[in-house]
């Protein structure tokens, strides 16, 4: 499960020995926003050092997000972080199909030359107005790409709207990119919750994305990792219900035989139930 990508500053050595400790389902190691351009090959150095140890990382997932495809700058992040140590890339400001497409051969070409044992997935970050238009398309520019990533703050920045907490300027934007990640068969990830000291607002923000189809958020700070994550996770009467549905279609969707819906607490359930119900008790089994 993909509940919480916490982001850590590449250029900062005591954020990343602290995120061995933390329990983010991604640890995202950042080049891009939050270093400074001078700090760029530093922050390279630093990251290709913590992911030799990726075993210091536990079980969790070791992201890094790259410099965007228009920064230029992009290519020599590749080159410095690519290997079999880590997880996937995150590319931010995704505009379109071709830019997926560049650094796709990038890598294609990364994984050749350092004979690596694994096709490196990626999460394409949709926070401008063109990447909106195009997401479908991004997110099924190529089979590496997992995940579509909202980004709120650069989505406003490029609309030239000031972020309210009601949401009414990125309610679109935010409500799309999920459908289209499921339409591409691939999952969403929300936007970060700025406000590091509102936990109960961060909540119901997390709630709110979760009823538009994301499979989880991202966060900027430890303390927000466990608030979100209990978001994401299917609460008691879910997993109930969840567990009668299958109990009461085993047969039929298991095996391809008996009647096509049945009827569990006065509710009519089908075979779409059932997979839906499937998937809440699979994701008990990845916490």
Same mark, same amino acid.
Request: with cysteine; proline share 2%.
């Given at each position: 499960?993909?509940?919480?990508?916490?982001?850590?500053?590449?250029?900062?050595?005591?954020?990343?020995?602290?995120?061995?400790?933390?329990?983010?389902?991604?640890?995202?190691?950042?080049?891009?926003?939050?270093?400074?351009?001078?700090?760029?090959?530093?922050?390279?150095? *630093? #990251?290709?050092?913590?992911? +030799?140890?990726?075993? /210091?990382? @536990?079980?969790?997932? &070791?992201?890094?997000? $790259?410099?965007?495809?228009?920064?230029?700058?992009?290519?020599?992040?590749?080159?410095?972080?690519?290997?079999?140590?880590?997880?996937?890339?995150?590319?931010?400001?995704?505009?379109?199909?071709?830019?997926?497409?560049?650094?796709?051969?990038?890598?294609?070409?990364?994984?050749?030359?350092?004979?690596?044992?694994?096709?490196?997935?990626?999460?394409?970050?949709?926070?401008?107005?063109?990447?909106?238009?195009?997401?479908?398309?991004?997110?099924?520019?190529?089979?590496?790409?997992?995940? *579509? #990533?909202?980004?709120?703050? +650069?989505?406003?920045? /490029?609309? @030239?709207?000031?972020? &309210?907490?009601?949401? $009414?300027?990125?309610?679109?934007?935010?409500?799309?990119?999920?459908?289209?990640?499921?339409?591409?068969?691939?999952?969403?990830?929300?936007?970060?919750?700025?406000?590091?000291?509102?936990?109960?607002?961060?909540?119901?923000?997390?709630?709110?994305?979760?009823?538009?189809?994301?499979?989880?958020?991202?966060?900027?700070?430890?303390?927000?990792?466990?608030?979100?994550?209990?978001?994401?996770?299917?609460?008691?009467?879910?997993?109930?219900?969840?567990?009668?549905?299958?109990?009461?279609?085993?047969?039929?969707?298991?095996?391809?035989?008996?009647?096509?819906?049945?009827?569990?607490?006065?509710?009519?359930?089908?075979?779409?139930?059932?997979?839906?119900?499937?998937?809440?008790?699979?994701?008990?089994?990845?916490?």
């Amino acid at each position: 499960m993909f509940r919480t990508l916490l982001f850590i500053p590449g250029n900062n050595k005591r954020f990343i020995e602290k995120a061995k400790l933390l329990n983010a389902d991604i640890i995202c190691f950042d080049l891009e926003d939050s270093v400074p351009l001078n700090e760029k090959q530093t922050a390279r150095d *630093l #990251v290709s050092e913590a992911l +030799d140890k990726k075993e /210091d990382f @536990g079980n969790r997932n &070791v992201y890094v997000r $790259i410099n965007s495809y228009e920064s230029g700058i992009a290519i020599q992040d590749l080159d410095a972080i690519v290997s079999d140590e880590i997880d996937g890339v995150v590319i931010p400001k995704v505009n379109n199909q071709s830019e997926i497409n560049h650094l796709t051969l990038r890598l294609n070409e990364l994984e050749r030359k350092k004979a690596m044992s694994k096709k490196i997935g990626t999460m394409a970050s949709i926070e401008s107005a063109q990447g909106l238009v195009n997401s479908y398309s991004i997110a099924t520019a190529d089979s590496r790409v997992k995940m *579509l #990533v909202f980004g709120v703050f +650069d989505f406003l920045n /490029d609309m @030239g709207l000031d972020y &309210v907490q009601d949401g $009414i300027e990125y309610s679109f934007a935010r409500a799309k990119i999920p459908i289209d990640a499921r339409a591409a068969g691939i999952g969403a990830i929300d936007a970060i919750w700025q406000k590091v000291d509102d936990v109960e607002g961060l909540v119901r923000d997390a709630a709110t994305a979760k009823r538009l189809g994301y499979q989880g958020k991202c966060v900027i700070h430890p303390k927000q990792v466990e608030p979100v994550a209990n978001v994401f996770i299917p609460s008691s009467n879910e997993i109930d219900w969840a567990r009668k549905v299958v109990q009461a279609l085993e047969e039929t969707m298991e095996k391809g035989r008996g009647i096509g819906a049945v009827t569990v607490d006065g509710r009519m359930v089908d075979a779409a139930h059932y997979r839906q119900a499937k998937s809440v008790l699979d994701s008990l089994n990845t916490k």
